[in-house]
């Protein structure tokens, strides 16, 4: 994974509130809508709302977050929205079966019975919530407890009040009724833990099939019917089907064929907990794609943050990048906008920031048919299978992505044994494609920057960068930075020069310091401007250069006194112009350097 710190994920959907307001109806929907279809949103407002809660080393109590108006809004809002929806469900499901069964339904005894299951229910999300803060950190058991308090308080608001309201004249029928709202809710609320909820259904649909597989060889073996073996099994079978959000899933697909004339009615653009497989996803993200590339990627990062749609994410990927009429512009832009700075899956604690990988991680090694997690240590491991890689076919851009894969991370080209040479046939292969030119090239300057083994072949530097800027347009580079620093490197190769030639030890030894000084405005420049896979190996050449220096260096101190050196040094240092007529600054930012690459070949 990437060595430096990516940052909290940004939410585009929609403006989030500073705060939930008690007094506006819209707020009362909209945090129903962030728990049942966003919980995304719901961590953005935690985050928003006390970033502190995230990154503090000392947990944040009750009452610390009860004195920030955003949570105490949001903690008054939870019973509200549980009673709402439990009335809406209740009262829906208790007409449905009161017309049904032909029975009566008592209205006091259905809110009574309501009103016990919603406070049963909240306690023990909340309960949930005390477990979740013990093994995930405040954070989790703040999200933990906001989401089960309501949606298991709505399972109890409505199982309790269908129980206590309707006189069932068949106990049987009661109990299925009954066990049926209650596994559809219950797998709806656990699923929003996907991975969790997805083994609980699997759990389920075990016990589901005993259970009528027990009912129905008693039935015609024995003759005899047992109510609780069904009623099992309608709870359990009941159970997946909220798990897997049956309940809504007929209407998804219908609003997912819409989406292909008004794309935001498709459930990809506004639910993110998605199980089955929705028509036209790849038709509507391949689109939206098209029409505006930077909201496109946006979408395409949120949407890649279900497991289940990495699938579709990654194949709309590959075909764009491959019919896009500059592939390699494109690929660059990708990795370089701001959204793959930030962490694919959101991070609730502090263990979660350690391992939990960026955008660019994931994006690109899926790119390069590489099966990459988003974390770590995950609880289910996926392979290039599960994500149909095999389907798609090795070309020489997934290749290329599969090489700045592996320079993405400084460990892995700092290895004894890289060698830039190695990769040699992959970025010749693009040299025929848009911009190919200057990755090759580029590139062939780097590994032979890096395979120099001795001083006297730096000047040989000199010409290649030459060789580089005769051959590629400054203003229509893909990755400009990296021009100027190979150039840089050149100009050091220059101004080594005169150690090689010159015989007096004053003029060599300030050679050396030019060179050195040079070398570490270098790094400077390439650690802020040179972004990822070219930085790791830029910085390489430069130690492996300051090396070589050094050694030569380490020469003179045998036969000059210490003094002599460091006063050499520092009057290079301190005052000096570079090649391009630029002062160099020892404090603050290093200068801009503009460099006269070609006007043309």
């Known amino acids: 994974m990437s060595t430096f710190m990516p940052r909290f994920p940004s939410y585009s959907h929609h403006k989030i509130p500073k705060r939930l307001h008690l007094f506006k109806p819209s707020h009362y929907a909209l945090f129903a809508y962030w728990i049942y279809f966003r919980p995304m949103a719901l961590k953005c407002y935690f985050h928003q709302s ?95 407890s906001t989401v089960y308090a309501v949606t298991i308080g709505v399972m109890g608001g409505v199982s309790l009040s269908i129980s206590s309201g309707l006189p069932f004249a068949d106990l049987t029928e009661g109990v299925e009724v009954v066990g049926a709202v209650l596994g559809i809710l219950g797998g709806m609320a656990f699923t929003l833990d996907l991975e969790i909820g997805l083994a609980l259904s699997l759990a389920f649909a075990v016990m589901a099939l005993l ?33 897997f959000r049956l309940p809504v899933y007929l209407l998804q697909c219908v609003l997912a064929f819409g989406g292909l004339r008004l794309h935001r009615l498709h459930p990809v653009l506004w639910d993110e907990l998605t199980i089955l ?77 350690e391992h939990y990988a960026d955008v660019r991680y994931v994006i690109l090694g899926e790119l390069a048919l590489r099966p990459v997690e988003a974390m770590k240590h995950p609880r289910v491991r996926r392979s290039s299978r599960s994500l149909k890689m095999r389907l798609r076919k090795q070309t020489a851009l997934t290749d290329f992505a599969g090489m700045l894969f592996d320079f993405l991370t400084e460990s892995s080209v700092q290895q004894d044994r890289f ?9 010749q292969s693009v040299l025929h494609d848009p911009d190919g030119e200057e990755i090759c090239l580029s590139y062939e300057c780097m590994a032979a920057f890096l395979s120099y083994l001795q001083l006297e072949q730096l000047p040989e530097a000199e010409k290649l960068s030459a060789e580089l800027s005769r051959n590629v ?26 150690y090689l030639h010159s015989t007096n030890p004053q003029v060599q030894l300030m050679a050396l310091a030019r060179a050195t000084a040079d070398l570490n405005d270098i790094h400077e420049y390439v650690t802020s401007e040179v972004l990822f896979s070219e930085q790791a190996i830029l910085l390489r050449i430069i130690q492996h250069w300051q090396q070589l220096i050094l050694s030569a260096i380490g020469r003179f101190g045998q036969s000059k006194p210490r003094a002599d050196l460091q006063m050499t040094f520092h009057a290079v240092s301190s005052s000096r112009k570079n090649d391009w007529g630029v002062e160099r600054r020892t404090e603050g930012d290093p200068a801009q350097i503009s460099l006269p690459f070609a006007e043309s070949s």
């Open 50 to 144: 006390l970033p502190g809660l995230f990154e503090t080393k000392e947990p944040i109590g009750f009452w610390g977050k009860w004195k920030t108006p955003a949570y105490r809004n949001l903690f008054v809002m939870m019973p509200i929205v549980s009673m709402l929806l439990s009335a809406v469900l209740g009262g829906t499901v208790a007409l449905a079966s009161a017309w049904k069964f032909d029975v009566p339904i008592d209205w006091n005894r259905w809110l009574d019975g309501g009103m016990l299951g919603i406070a049963l229910g909240m306690t023990i999300g909340m309960a949930f919530g005390t477990v979740g803060r013990v093994f995930g950190g405040p954070v989790q058991g703040t999200m933990v």
């Open 211 to 243: 259970s009528f597989g027990a009912g129905f060889l008693l039935q015609h073996v024995f003759g005899l019917t047992l109510g609780a073996l069904v009623a099992r099994g309608v709870m359990s079978a009941a159970f997946v089907i909220g798990a």
């Open 277 to 353: 497989p929705l028509p036209c996803t790849r038709i509507v993200l391949s689109k939206m794609l098209r029409q505006d590339e930077t909201y496109g990627l946006r979408l395409l990062t949120d949407v890649s943050r279900n497991h289940f749609r990495r699938n579709d994410v990654h194949a709309v990927l590959y075909r764009y990048v491959h019919r896009h009429p500059t592939p390699l512009r494109f690929l660059y832009e990708l990795l370089h906008t701001s959204i793959m700075n930030e962490y694919l899956l959101l991070p609730l604690n502090r263990q979660h920031q």
């Open 419 to 427: 060698d830039l040479r190695s990769y040699e046939s992959i970025f």
């Open 473 to 498: 347009y400054f203003e229509e580079a893909v990755r400009p930075t990296v021009l100027i620093a190979l150039s840089m490197l050149g100009n050091v190769g220059k101004n080594i020069a005169p």
